[in-house]
């Protein structure tokens, strides 16, 4: 006990606290586990046989806690993370937040309670009452948090949305309509930012008659543009955040007898693999989202490993693919 009592004094915290951290370091606010931590290296304390122990805790269990686990968006992400799970002994156990509390709370209770060892957050929000202190050992993947400090793999969203409605401004649109997701996302901001960015470049103020707000399903891409029709407001294009949504406008586009692209643009966003069997295929701004679950399942590993990550946030890019849902505003097709 000689070596772990003097662990406690540098600390300056209780025997019991030291043999907690490092037994259950999840259960121990950061700012006790650093002091912890650091006293650790400082006098070589963790005998082998306890890093044995510790390790045998381990569930080999990492959640992936995505915002709607019915968007076909998520798939390409989970490949990653189960690709880089398996290589390291982990297996991925994907939930749904739904839009409730308690089903994320009950997640996260599971790691606290040491039925699964890490989690990685894509819904871009989170109850009130969790902070950094508070949470298990966490990684964000695209959908961030600007109120928490998780290591997080991201993109920008600013960006992406700006060189897609430059495309459709380069193809001499000005009138371009905007469906964005739910507005308390910080990646619907963002992306709405790109969106005004890009007009004000072009000297186009925004029309707010222009702008709406859907839910990243099909069925609020067909209502933005029903609703733009019964307003009989004047487009020529339609920058829609999601290709889901992007597919709805253009399934209600022709319900209303227009042809995409010749009467109406439409560029989405994600690449996903309906984008590419959409008729007209979609032009989209493609996520590289199995980079993007690889990159996050390896910060996990390193984070549950005890490593230092070389940076805490990995910024992957993204591009534009240019396929048929988007022509030049002259263009007639007979």
Avoid at 44 to 67: C, D, E, H, I, W
Avoid at 79 to 99: H, K, P, Q, S, W
Avoid at 151 to 165: L, M, Q
Avoid at 185 to 206: E, F, K, N, W
Wanted: with cysteine; net charge neutral; charged share 25%.
């Amino acid at each position: 006990m000689t070596t772990i009592r003097k662990v406690a004094e540098i600390a300056g915290v209780s025997i019991a606290t030291v043999s907690r951290t490092l037994a259950h370091p999840d259960q121990v606010r950061k700012e006790t586990r650093d002091l912890v931590l650091e006293a650790v290296r400082a006098v070589g304390f963790v005998p082998n046989q306890q890093a044995v122990s510790f390790r045998q805790r381990s569930t080999k269990n990492v959640v992936l806690l995505v915002r709607d686990i019915t968007n076909p968006f998520y798939l390409e992400i989970y490949r990653g993370i189960e690709e880089l799970a398996f290589a390291n002994g982990y297996r991925v156990l994907m939930g749904d937040a739904r839009g409730d509390d308690a089903r994320v709370l009950r997640y996260v209770d599971m790691v606290r309670n040491r039925q699964a060892d890490g989690l990685i957050l894509m819904m871009g929000w989170l109850p009130a009452g969790l902070t950094d202190a508070n949470m298990p050992t966490t990684v964000v993947a695209l959908e961030m948090l600007p109120d928490y400090n998780f290591p997080a793999v991201s993109v920008d969203n600013r960006k992406g949305a700006r060189i897609a409605v430059e495309h459709l401004l380069s193809l001499g649109h000005r009138r371009i309509a905007y469906v964005g997701g739910p507005s308390r996302l910080m990646m619907s901001t963002d992306r709405h930012q790109g969106y005004v960015d890009a007009l004000a470049a072009a000297g186009i103020a925004p029309d707010p008659n222009l702008t709406l707000e859907g839910d990243f399903h099909l069925a609020s891409g067909r209502a933005a543009v029903r609703h733009l029709h019964d307003r009989e407001v004047d487009y020529t294009a339609i920058f829609c955040t999601n290709d889901e949504m992007a597919v709805g406008a253009v399934n209600e586009l022709r319900a209303l007898g227009l042809n995409v692209p010749a009467d109406v643009s439409v560029i989405g966003f994600d690449d996903v693999d309906f984008a590419l069997s959409s008729d007209p295929p979609l032009t989209s701004v493609r996520q590289p989202r199995l980079e993007v679950g690889r990159r996050a399942m390896q910060m996990m590993v390193d984070l549950l490993a005890g490593k230092e990550l070389t940076s805490r946030v990995h910024e992957a890019d993204v591009e534009l693919v240019i396929r048929s849902s988007t022509a030049s505003v002259n263009i007639k097709k007979a």
